[in-house]
Structure formats: structure tokens, C-alpha cells
């Protein structure tokens, strides 16, 4: 079933070009590890569900692309058709020529009204010409005016014209340190309103990404074109095909359906994060070798101590004793303190795949008390190798990841709310000093109940 | 007396062939003999043989992986349910005569060789899928016992895990459409029936695939046997039905629990208005119950209303009672209508696809179809509010209860 992605603004479209890129040249890749059948098996399921044929054999990404201004737009496209491996539809684009000024109510109440019915029109083209509609991801930034404000104007209208469709939003989690002054406040309207209309927020942190280029990647001078090619990476390794059940080689044809069934039905937790491993550039791939014990281990140590990186795990973290009293609700601020998961999905890809162990992430003690693992972990599997990781293991979490950071934007974005700063700036636009409450109150809901799972 | 029952001695073994015959994986006559006489082998068979006539038809695959004592639970419930009037059957696996009585209760209350035959129509042409009837009584369901208090997030946990499978389902059917409409346009003019023109999933396939094909045939062969022996069976029914007043007569005369039931075993032994009369007679005496019952709720009615005084408040309150219950009355009168109106769609109904204004011969159209499936999508969206509305008074009145309590709605998105 086919994928159909928005990218919006100069974040969406940048990285949904890496994202595309990253996902053709792994299914074309030749080291895939498998044999060729189970090759053609994988770069076919690919194929159906990010890319469709054209007549001269070049297949174009199923997606739309929009911004305020043209450079970012125009700066894709040339690199898509100067790769020429896969590029976008002809008329698949749309963008004017004034930007949105990090303005997300002039993202929403401008810009988003006055050119829904064209961007609309665009996207219904793009699923037109799907044999079937699994969903939409939108790619957006949300920090910014165009990716924020008319990100979550297209969401909502998404949710209005595909009520059966699912929606799964790739939000960029601005630095802390940003350089747009009122991102806070972008932000929270952002995520407030996205919580209403969309099914599933896949989050991707600039900070963590940025450590982990510097950090396990060695990259000196490091350029937003690494983000994104990392978070790529990442998201390639959760969506590329897998196989459909335990010992079944067909792949799976509803990943997007599958995962959001496993790790969002509540409606109060729709916060995802993405760990994986190895972080390792692949240059220094031929160098190491990997067990699935090992990368196991790792990678549940990173998921129970919040961990961004492979490296610079706590392990003095563990998950609580059962039968022991449960270790208090937690506190923000608390520095040792224990991750619980409503629910987990752990993706592996390589050679020996079956044999891997999952046992340890069934531990019942890594989750809340009204789950039992059996419904909050499930393992997706390939022996097909990603990107050439002869073994490369991913972490969908639904936890208590990015509790921290939401907390911390709600609260800057409380002070400047406190003494009015900038607020006229969204007023002028019609969103009220009520949009803002109404905002700060949901989010404050959803930090409570990630708090006290 | 002697020479009836030698005729009848041929044609009865004959008869119960041909019932045998129409009906699916039907018992040899020896079975249906053996237990007239209660014999204990031929319980088993008979057991399997109500399960296959009563077990819903969606969950055939499942239900039939059932061990033999569920199977008998389901088939003691579903006979419960459809009032069945014998006292519940003998333990598993005895008592292969109360089967057969069960077995021919079914028989003569509803058209059931007409509605087996149904079930296993050997489909042609790519079908409209089948909708259910409004407030339809489902099949007989195994409860499940919760274990203790649940946490209400589970609960929506599981809600929100339905809610995705459903627009899951939907996303496929959408998908199945797509391509069917692909199939029925590509196959274009290629069949040769002329109303028809295109060929459907089933027709493509046998085209590809010559083996499919002589499965079909002998499906169809199958089916074909049936119909002729059902049809066999209407002609000799009769002896059948002699031959079972023995069996009744042949039980063991039980306490005075059974006497005081009413029989309503319809052993049919004459059709004519004898029925007719006793219908007549049944509706007459319910007519007058209900009037008795409105002619004595309106006098308490009125009892009470007397008490309220005249005032013009009075006047405006009586009228937007009078509108709000003649609103109800037309949405009633509406919902019957629809339902009686969509009988046509729980046939089975060929798709076919063809040029705009074309003469369609007989069948429905599309936009008929939607019409009726929204006059009944509003309906439901109404019992749901309806539904929706009452249980929050009652939310709203059980939390008055509670002095410490706050209420706060949900906001609505």
C-alpha cells in the first residue's frame, strides 16, 4: 500500500529529498545480503510504496512539495534530476513567492486558507494515482512559519478529506538554541493542534541528531545536508520492508498501518522517537563487526536511560524491581531516572536476523502497568541488509523519551506568554491569546500523562 | 392400513435420500432411522450436521476447528435463541432423536434448505458485498469473562487498536474496488452475454487458468445436485413428514413441564387457512392487549396533566411536545420505510459496469444503492446520537450524586 508524503517548507522539502534518496539507493543497492529473489522481492515492495512508474522507467517519488518560497524547491528538484535515478512528478510541486516571516498564525490563517484548494487539488492527484492509499507522512518542521503553521492547516484538512487515511507527521524538534526567537511559541501551536488531527508524530530531535553526526560520526563541520542524511538513515530502517510475521518471507504491506496500530491506538500518546544502531558513518563500516546480542543490549540500555547516542549510555539506570513499590511518579527534573514504555517496536535488518533475541525488551518491567508486553512489543524483521549495515537494529518508542523536551518548550513558551511578548505578532493574524491557552492546556495534559504512566 | 404403510415403506427411504441429498454432507437414511430408535451412533453425525445448518456463516473457518462439546454448546444456544420448544437437549453425544426432532423443528419453521443453498452459492460474477439489516439479531456469541477491573487506558488502548484495523478494512476495500474497476475495464466487450460486457474476477481467471475452471465445473455440478434433490424433496416432503409424527409419537412421555409449553411444533401436515385463522385470531387478541395498555396509560396521563394549569407557558410547552414527538414519529415511520425498502439490497447483486445511460435491464444502480446506504447511515447517525445523548444524562445525573464531584466534557473536536 502506497505512502504519499508532504514535504513542507525548506526543513520538509530538504529532508524528504535525503528521505527519498536514502530509500532508493538502499533497494538498489547490491550488498544487500540475500539472494536475488528476495532482492527483487524487497526493491519491488519499496518501489509500490514510496515511488511509482513512469513510461521512460525513471520512477517518480509519491510526493507533493510545498513552500512559500521557491529556493529550497527549486534547489530539490535540480538535485533530484541531476542524480536522475528517481525524481519528482512533473507538476508535483507548489510554491509562491513571499515566505511566512517564522509567523505560524500567518502560516495557518493566511497562507493556509488562501491556497488550500490548490494544494489540495495536488495532493489528490498524487493518491489518484495510488492503486491503494495506506496513508500520508508530512514532513515539517516546527519551529519555523510555512513547515509549522501550514503544516498543521494541511494536516487538518488531511483529516477532513481522508477521515480513513492514516497521518503520521515527521516533526523536526528545533535546537534549543534556536535562532527564531518566538519557536516556542510555534512550537506549542503546532503540537496542540497536530494532537487534534493527526494520528502519530514521528520526532526528530536537531540537537540529538547534531551530536550524533559530531559525536559517533566525526563530522567536523557539520551541515544541516548530514542531519538530514542521519535522519534519513533513520527513517529508512523503519520503513523499508520488512517481513510480515514470524517466519513468513512475504513483506509486510501496511507498515505504516501496522506500526501505528501496535504503538498509537491510545489518543493521548502519539509521541514517537527513533533510536538506532549502529551510529556509525559508513565509512567505518568495513571495520566492525556487530553481534545481535550486543546491538540488543545497547539498544534497550539507550531505550530504559533515555539515551540519544550509542555512546555516553548510563548503565547504572534499571528498570524498577517488581514487587518493589514503583519509583514514584517521575520528576522532570530528577537526572536518574527510569524510561517507561507504553509501547515498543524494534526493527531489525541483516544477516542472522531470525536468530536475534528480543527476550530482554519483554521484560515487563520496562513497561506501564496496564500493558502487558505481549501488546506493547512487537519485532519487525528482514535478513535483507539496509544501506549496507550488514546489521542495523531500530527503536520505535512510545515512552517517556521526550517528555523532558516538550515540558521545556511548554515552559519557555509559558514565560514569554506571561509578559505578552510578542503575542501581537499572532493576534494580528487571528489567533487569539484563547488559541494560546487552549494549546498550553492540552500540551500540559499530555505532559501529565506521559508523567504518570 | 396395511397397504399405506407398504407404499409408504418404498417412498420413505426414497424421501430421506433426497433430503439427505439437498441438504450439505447430509446423514445416510439409516442414520435418520437408527435415530428414530435413539440409538447412540447416530448422534455424532447429527450433532455435526446442526452445527454446519446453524454456526454463522462468517466464522465457518474458525468454528468449525471447534471441539465436538463446543460445537454442541453452539448449536444448544443457537436453538435456544430461535425458541426452540423441547426441553434443552440431552448431554453431549446422546440423544440422536431429540436431534432428529431439532433437525426437522428447523426444517419446517423457516425455509432453511432454500436458506443452505444460499450460503453456498457457487458466485459467477464479482458481488456487492452483503449488508447486514438494520438491528438484525446476530449469531449466538461466546461470552468472555473479564478478570477483575480494568484500567480504562487499556480499554482505550483496544478502542484506539479497533478503530485503526477498521480504517484498515476500509483502505482494502477501497484498494479491492480500484482494481476490480481495472479488471472490468480492461475486460471490455469480451463477454458474451450482452447485458453483461465485461468479464468478472472469477471469469478472468478461469481465462488464465484452465484448472480454476474445472473446479468451477465441478462446484457448479455440486450445486446442481442439491437443487435437483431439493426440488425432489418438495414433491415427497409429505411421507417425510408422517414418518416424524411416529418419530414424536415414538418418545417417552415426559413430565407435565413439557405439556404445559405450548406445542408450537409445526409438523405441517395441511397448508390452508386453518393457519390463517389461528394468525388472524393471534393479531386480534394482540390489538386489543395493546389497547387495553395505551387506553390506560393515557387515562393516567391525563390523571396527571389535570393537575397543570392553562397558562400560555402551558400552550408553547404542549406544542413543542406535539412537534417533537410528531418529529419522532416521522423518523420511526422513516426508519421503516428504509428498512423495508432495502430488502432489495441483502440479495445477492453482480456488478457490473456500464456506459452512462445505457438501458439498464433489471437490477439497481449505483446511485440507488448509495441512496439507500446514506438514508441508512443518517438513520443509525441518529440512534447513535440518540444513544450518545442519553447515556451522558445519565453521566450527568449519576455525578449530581456525588457532592465532591466536578464535571468536565470533553471538548468536541
Known amino acids: 500500500m502506497s505512502i504519499v508524503t508532504v514535504q513542507l517548507g525548506q526543513c520538509g522539502n530538504q529532508i524528504g529529498f535525503e528521505v527519498f534518496d536514502s530509500l532508493f539507493s538502499d533497494s538498489h543497492c547490491s550488498q544487500g545480503l540475500c539472494s536475488k529473489r528476495e532482492n527483487e522481492a524487497y526493491q519491488a515492495s519499496c518501489k509500490e510504496r514510496f515511488f511509482r512508474e513512469e513510461k521512460n522507467g525513471i520512477p517518480i517519488a509519491r510526493a507533493v512539495l510545498v513552500d512559500m518560497e521557491p529556493k529550497v524547491i527549486n534547489q530539490t528538484l535540480s538535485k533530484a534530476a541531476q542524480a536522475s535515478r528517481w525524481k519528482y512528478g512533473q507538476h508535483a510541486c507548489f510554491c509562491q513567492k513571499q515566505g511566512s516571516g517564522n509567523n505560524w498564525a500567518y502560516g495557518y490563517s493566511m497562507h493556509g486558507p488562501r491556497h488550500e484548494e490548490s494544494i489540495m487539488n495536488l495532493i489528490q492527484k498524487e493518491v489518484e494515482k495510488c492503486d491503494s492509499l495506506s496513508g500520508f507522512f508530512v514532513i515539517m518542521s516546527m519551529a519555523g512559519g510555512t513547515g509549522s503553521g501550514l503544516g498543521a492547516f494541511i494536516t487538518q484538512k488531511l483529516q477532513d478529506q481522508y477521515s480513513n487515511s492514516l497521518k503520521m507527521n515527521q516533526i523536526i524538534w528545533p535546537y534549543g538554541t534556536g535562532e527564531v526567537i518566538v519557536q516556542n511559541y510555534n512550537s506549542i501551536l503546532t503540537l496542540s493542534h497536530l494532537y487534534r488531527s493527526s494520528d502519530a508524530f514521528l520526532i526528530h530531535e536537531n540537537d540529538v541528531v547534531h551530536k550524533i553526526c559530531a559525536k559517533r560520526m566525526n563530522i567536523k563541520q557539520i551541515s544541516f545536508s548530514n542531519i538530514n542524511q542521519v535522519l534519513a538513515h533513520q527513517l529508512g530502517s523503519v520503513f523499508q520492508p520488512t517481513y510480515s510475521s514470524e517466519g513468513s518471507f512475504h513483506y509486510r504491506r501496511n507498515p505504516l498501518g501496522d506500526l501505528m496500530e501496535h504503538l498509537v491506538p491510545h489518543p493521548e500518546f502519539k509521541m514517537l522517537g527513533v533510536r538506532n544502531i549502529p551510529q556509525m558513518s559508513e565509512n567505518s563500516l568495513a571495520y566492525s563487526t556487530f553481534t545481535w546480542a550486543g546491538l540488543l543490549k545497547h539498544l534497550r540500555q539507550m531505550l530504559i536511560s533515555n539515551a540519544k547516542m550509542e555512546e555516553g549510555i548510563n548503565w547504572q539506570v534499571r528498570p524498577p524491581l517488581s514487587g518493589l513499590p514503583p519509583l514514584g511518579k517521575m520528576s522532570v527534573n530528577k537526572e536518574l531516572h527510569f524510561n517507561t514504555s507504553i509501547a515498543n517496536l524494534v526493527i531489525l535488518r541483516g544477516k542472522d536476523v531470525l536468530s536475534a533475541d528480543v527476550e530482554a525488551f519483554k521484560d515487563p518491567a520496562l513497561y506501564t502497568s496496564w500493558l502487558e508486553p505481549v501488546d506493547a512489543f512487537s519485532v519487525w524483521k528482514t535478513q535483507r541488509a539496509f544501506n549496507k549495515y550488514e546489521k542495523c537494529a531500530a527503536l520505535v518508542s512510545n515512552s517517556q523519551f521526550l517528555v523532558k523536551p516538550l515540558d521545556m518548550i511548554v515552559g519557555k513558551a509559558w514565560n514569554m506568554f506571561a509578559s505578552k511578548a510578542y503575542i501581537h505578532q499572532y493576534t494580528k493574524f487571528g489567533i487569539e491569546e484563547e488559541d494560546f491557552l487552549d494549546s498550553f492546556t492540552l500540551l500540559e495534559q499530555v505532559v501529565a500523562s506521559y508523567c504518570n504512566v | ?413
Open chain 2, 1 to 413: 392400513m396395511g397397504r399405506r404403510r407398504c407404499r409408504a415403506t418404498g417412498a420413505l427411504p426414497q424421501a430421506i435420500a433426497t433430503l439427505s441429498r439437498s441438504l450439505p454432507a447430509g446423514p445416510s437414511p439409516e442414520i435418520f432411522r437408527r435415530a428414530k430408535f435413539d440409538r447412540p451412533e447416530a448422534a455424532p453425525v447429527l450433532w455435526q450436521l446442526l452445527f454446519r445448518v446453524l454456526a454463522p456463516p462468517a466464522a465457518d473457518s474458525t468454528w468449525s476447528s471447534l471441539a465436538p462439546e463446543a460445537q454442541a454448546q453452539v448449536v444448544k444456544s443457537a436453538l435456544h435463541s430461535l425458541g426452540y420448544p423441547r426441553p434443552v437437549l440431552a448431554q453431549f453425544p446422546e440423544g440422536s432423536r431429540e436431534l432428529l426432532l431439532a433437525l426437522s423443528w428447523l426444517l419446517a419453521r423457516g425455509p432453511l434448505l432454500e436458506q443452505l443453498l444460499d450460503k453456498t452459492r457457487v458466485q459467477l460474477g464479482d458481488q456487492l458485498p452483503q449488508f447486514e439489516a438494520l438491528g438484525s439479531l446476530g449469531p449466538p456469541v461466546l461470552h468472555v469473562e473479564t478478570e477483575g477491573p480494568m484500567d480504562l487506558r487499556r480499554v482505550q488502548w483496544l478502542m484506539g487498536k479497533l478503530r485503526f484495523r477498521w480504517r484498515h478494512l476500509i483502505s482494502s476495500q477501497q484498494e479491492q474496488c480500484t482494481l476490480l474497476g481495472k479488471i472490468h475495464l480492461y475486460t471490455s466487450g469480451c463477454h458474451s452475454h450482452q447485458n453483461l460486457g465485461h468479464l468478472s474476477v472469477t471469469e478472468t481467471e478461469m481465462l488464465r487458468d484452465p484448472e480454476s475452471s474445472q473446479q468451477l465445473l465441478q462446484a457448479l455440478e455440486c450445486e446442481n445436485t442439491r437443487l435437483e434433490a431439493a426440488l425432489e424433496w418438495r414433491c415427497c416432503e409429505l411421507v417425510f413428514w408422517q414418518w416424524m409424527d411416529t418419530v414424536l409419537d415414538a418418545c417417552p412421555v415426559e413430565g407435565p413441564s413439557v405439556a404445559s409449553q405450548p406445542t408450537v411444533l409445526p409438523m405441517i401436515s395441511e397448508h390452508g387457512l386453518g393457519e390463517l385463522e389461528l394468525i388472524e385470531q393471534e393479531l386480534q387478541a394482540l390489538q386489543e392487549e395493546l389497547q387495553e395498555v395505551a387506553e390506560s396509560r393515557r387515562a393516567a396521563w391525563e390523571a396527571q396533566v389535570r393537575g397543570l394549569g392553562r397558562g400560555p407557558e402551558w400552550g408553547t410547552t404542549r406544542k413543542a411536545l406535539q412537534e417533537s414527538v410528531e418529529r419522532e414519529l416521522a423518523a420511526l415511520q422513516g426508519s421503516w420505510e428504509q428498512s423495508s425498502r432495502s430488502d432489495q439490497l441483502h440479495r445477492p447483486h453482480r456488478l457490473v459496469r456500464s456506459k452512462e445511460g445505457a438501458p439498464g435491464p433489471q437490477g439497481l444502480r449505483a446511485a440507488e444503492v448509495i441512496r439507500m446506504l446514506s438514508a441508512q447511515e443518517a438513520c443509525l447517525k441518529r440512534m447513535l446520537h440518540q444513544l450518545q445523548s442519553q447515556c451522558q444524562q445519565e453521566l450527568a445525573r449519576l455525578s449530581g450524586t456525588l457532592p465532591d464531584l466536578i464535571w468536565i466534557l470533553a471538548p468536541r473536536h
